[in-house]
């Protein structure tokens, strides 16, 4: 099989290895990708989310199928120009990627599909200070404002002053998006990665991600630093109760609604007294939940994903996964999530426990920084405290001007203070 990934971050690193493992795959390709990536795939200067060079280059390639890993190259209709085109995709269309896209949408799915979520309300762009001032008071503290548009893991704030949670509405619609405010939601979090084909449904492991910047959750949001499955405290129908309460009946609607699902369907919730809520649908792979789940996944990658693509899932045997855990660690860059500095030299990315999310070579073949989050470390284990010992320990060896990572991550799961 000859495979095109689109996307350039560390997700996309963990799926080119987990593609390159498996045997019925023969030439793996990526658009744009990163220099880390050189090892497994051929890299191609194509935009990711151009819906009509990323067809042309699949069909100069002759690909097989096209994976599309983020989120912004489904909402713009990537997937629909390869369908169009009868190139096989591993990705959603436009139409069904409003599950990430539009919020809103996603509420009002959840709304037809019975699914338990947070109460929201729309502010648009040009509100009055006294319609914020209304909503404020309806909601909070703690409130939880979100940017109801794309931005990658950091257009969430929640907080419990009110001062900052009205200045977030402000920058958001001087941005020219909506905002939606959302009643804060109890428990801890989870992300439920499925596969979805139709009214098909194939949950992956449970992972959780580590949001804020800071250790103990401090500081601000950001596009996730860290994640580990799967999760020792989850109870022990925990998956099964959010594929049947959440995940199937979303993926029921949206084949009534006529825009059918194909692709991976990403729940993330909170674990509440009465069970999962969601918080937030995306249309992807998490990043970085994925590099720790496919650490773990035995199953051939190549041949499931092109099941999803054919419509032919509900074939597939059941998943096969190693035994134990696996923890991934975000090494970001100075001053992220703020305007993270670029062109620190790397020393260490070479490791096989690696996975590239914005680094480049310079003239002298030294890696270097090219975004915020920088690379992730990836480390397995038969317990939650090996996984992460493995992790920590490859990470201590690299280095890098001014990074700076969470040494915490999973450290409450191993503790055993999270209860459900
Ligand atoms: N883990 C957060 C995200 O992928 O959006």
Redesign the pocket.
Known sequence: MRILVIGSGA?EHALLLGLSQDPAVTELHIAPGNAGMEPLAKLHAVKADDPSAVTALAQELGVDFVVIGPEIPLVAGVADALRAANIAVFGPNKDAARIEGSKAFAKDVMAAAGVRTAHAESILPGAEAAEIDAVLDRFGPVWVVKDDGLA??KGVVVTPDREAARQHILDVHESGNPVLLETFLEGPEV?LFCLVDGETVVPLLPAQ?H?RVHDNDEGPNT??MG?YCPLPWLPENGVQRIVDEVCVPVAQEMVRRGCSYSGLL?A?LAWGPEGPAVVEF?CR?????TQAVLALLKTPLGVLLRSVADGTLQEQPPLLWEDGYALTVVLAAHNYPDTPRTGDIITGAEHAQVRHAGTAKNANGDYISAGGRVLNVVGTGPTLADARDSAYAVLSGITMDGGHYRSDIALPAVDGRITV
Do not use: C
């Not at 792979?285 to 939940?289: S, V």
């Open positions: 997700r990658a893991g992300s991600d949001k596009g996730g994640a990403y993330g995306n792979f998490g990043d970085p939940e």
